[in-house]
Structures are given as C-alpha cells and as structure tokens.
C-alpha cells in the first residue's frame, strides 16, 4: 500500500459502517489508479477522501516528493497537481515587470499556459497525447543560463513544459515542481527561500486538490463511455 493509499483508507476507516463496506465493496479488486472508481464513492467518500489528501499535501515539505507519492495513488490527479504548480510559477513570474516587458518570454509564457490547458483538459479526457503534445512543442525553446527575471521566467515556461509532458509515464515526469521551486524563489538559492518556495508549493497542491478530483472524475468517466 502507497502513502498517499494507507493515508485515503485511514480516512475512510473513520466514516460509519455502512460507509466503510461499501468502499471495500467497490475496491474488492485493487484499482490501478486510485481515482479510477471515483464514480462509484458516495459524497461521504469524496468528502472524507477530498480533506486526506488535502492534509497529506499540506504536512508534506518536499513537492518533489509530495508529487510522487500522489502519483503512485493516482496519475491522473498527480498530472492535475503538477499543472496547478505550473500555474503557480508562470502567475509569480508573470507579476514582475521585468518578465512581462521581454517579449518572447511573454509569447513562451502563453504558449506554455495553452499546453498546461491542454494537459489538464487531458486529465478530463477531453484531449488526446498527440493534442498535448503538439502545444508542447509550440512553446518553443529559449536560454535559462541568462541572469535576472528572464531567467526566472524561462524555469516557469520549463515548469509548464515538463508538467504537460507528465502525462506520460516517465521517471522525470515530476521533475517541473523542481522548475516552479526555481522560479518561485526568485533566484535567490538560499535554503530559506527554497524552503519557503516549495512550502508553497505544497500548499498549491492541497488548495488544488478539489479540482483534481473533480477533472480526474471527468476523465474516467469519458474513458469508460
């Protein structure tokens, strides 16, 4: 049993009787992906399930790590989380002047926005590999090794191209947090920013979590049709 799994059942261990049959009832068979049933959980489920993972997001200090122990319980609501943390960074980039008065930093950032859109629309089932991919490949590429806000921005558009790229299952396929962490930060490396960056980055996680829910309800429901 994963994490993120032991810390679902622990909640739902908590409802009353009859609530707790029938969730072993519907997970007789051990899921692939923990969101795959999600259809079948009545509102007590969701709700207890909903406030787990929102705990678990907001305990954790790692994003990294966060994001990888979610993944292991459900890609679809992993791949969800990674784009909100994509969303994040390109928003605190985006805020400084700097980045905004750069050009092709500005096009690369609407360009990356449109691939986490068409990541997340992947989640909901309404778009292909092939349909993510290609805005993927829109985005375009630009240097990261230069100095000042520019440079913040270019680990955003990363953070958003590696988040896009997560729904294929890959080893890397997490490694965008990495990327928000960065440019959160602002460039400053110091441990206390990075502390502070990936804190909130967890916390982007658990605020997010509600919709993750909701778009991974959405995707298994169109794969089954």
Known sequence: MTEVAYVVFSAIAQLEREEISE????HEQQPADGCSTIA???PSHREAVAAALKGFAMSQCDPLEALTSFGRWSHRLAVYLCCASARLAISVVSSK????ADPIVSKMSARALDAVSS???WVRGAESYVDVNRRILA???GSASISGEPARAYDAVESARMASRSIAKRLWRWSSVTFAAWAIADGDLWPEAMVSAKLRLCRCFADSVSDAL???EQGFSAAAC
Not at 97 to 100: F, G, T
Request: no cysteine; glycine share 4%; charged share 35%.
């Open 23 to 26: 969730w072993l009832e519907i």
């Open 40 to 42: 079948m959980w009545t």
């Open 97 to 100: 002047k700097e980045a905004d």
């Open 119 to 121: 990541a997340e629309r």
């Open 139 to 141: 985005i375009g590429s």
């Open 214 to 216: 909701d778009a991974a």
